[in-house]
């Protein structure tokens, strides 16, 4: 008896599983349906909590935990469904939120006023490529990703904030999606990004345990913030920009730097880093900083801020 009582919750599990399976495979729901035990993480636990403490005071009655995991199945299930079908979304043009779940192109609009550009990105467990773009303010490439996206102009269009986001809590569902429709573990997320190249940009990128190619050749960037750890970060600067400022904090990182082997260099190393490399450019050491020999001569500026530990960091010139 008491086998057959512990097996009743699993028992409840196996046939809802199969029978959400059976009804995508139908067309009457769509995977997104299971993004509802993320998305909404304080009622599926405090619904969970409930059903707990009603099978803790009625434990001798089996057909209680029937019930209650039935009901509770049904609650997220039903309220997912409705919130797919009757919520809205917004589709203004300071506010544009984008879910993408397979490979998607997608672009922001460029209007011929926009000057200045700031980009705030926070992204995790992806790989990541920066380029340029001519045509667009911001167009590129998603995989496997849910993001969302926020555009405010300001100043009769003359300056733009973009504001991208990955939603990090649909990796379950998304793992979940992928190993039932491909029979595949592993989702090979990417995220192509690229920015006009005639836009000054400030940049700020919040991207942990991210595998990265940017490359900054053609694009104007006033300021570039870093903040990442666990990843690998390759970024090749350009000379587009009179006086660039890079600030890079990434902890258990690999950091590789390219810059113009005739650009002016400031770097300032904080933090414990495994190693410290400079090659095919010249740099003394004047106190806390490493200097290029042009700096001051050179007609465009990069001043490197690097906060790195137990990773590596390396700068290369590049003609």
């Given amino acids: 008896m008491k086998m057959r009582k512990k097996g009743i919750g699993f028992g409840i599990f196996l046939i809802v599983a199969g029978l959400l399976i059976f009804l995508i495979q139908k067309g009457i729901f769509s995977w997104s349906i299971f993004t509802v035990f993320i998305d909404n993480i304080e009622l599926t636990v405090s619904l969970i909590l409930i059903v707990v403490g009603i099978n803790l005071l009625f434990k001798k009655y089996p057909f209680v935990k029937a019930l209650t995991w039935l009901a509770f199945f049904s609650v997220m299930i039903g309220y997912g469904y409705y919130t797919e079908r009757n919520v809205p979304k917004s589709s203004t043009e300071k506010n544009i939120s984008v879910n993408v779940n397979n490979n998607q192109t997608y672009v922001i609009e460029h209007f011929d006023t926009t000057e200045k550009g700031e980009l705030k990105l926070k992204a995790s467990a992806l790989s990541l490529t920066v380029g340029s773009t001519e045509s667009n303010l911001i167009d590129g490439t998603v995989k496997d990703i849910n993001i969302q996206q926020n555009i405010e102009y300001k100043n009769d269009k003359k300056s733009v904030n973009v504001k991208l986001e990955t939603n990090d809590k649909k990796i379950i569902a998304n793992v979940f999606q992928n190993l039932l429709s491909k029979g595949e573990l592993f989702i090979d997320r990417k995220l192509i990004l690229n920015l006009n190249s005639d836009v000054v940009w400030d940049l700020n990128l919040k991207i942990d345990a991210v595998d990265s190619d940017m490359d900054f050749t053609d694009l104007k960037i006033k300021e570039l913030d870093i903040d990442g750890d666990a990843g690998s ?53 004047e106190g806390k900083y490493y200097i290029s020999k042009n700096y001051n001569d050179a007609v465009n500026k990069i001043d490197l801020n690097a906060d790195i530990d137990a990773g590596s960091l390396k700068i290369t010139g590049i003609k």
């Fill in 233 to 285: 970060y390759k970024l090749t600067l350009g000379q587009e920009y009179k006086e660039t400022k890079v600030k890079i904090d990434a902890d258990a990182s690999k950091v590789e730097v390219f810059v113009p082997a005739n650009s002016g260099l400031k770097v300032k190393i904080d933090g414990a880093a495994n190693s410290i490399n400079f090659k095919d450019i010249e740099m003394e050491k």
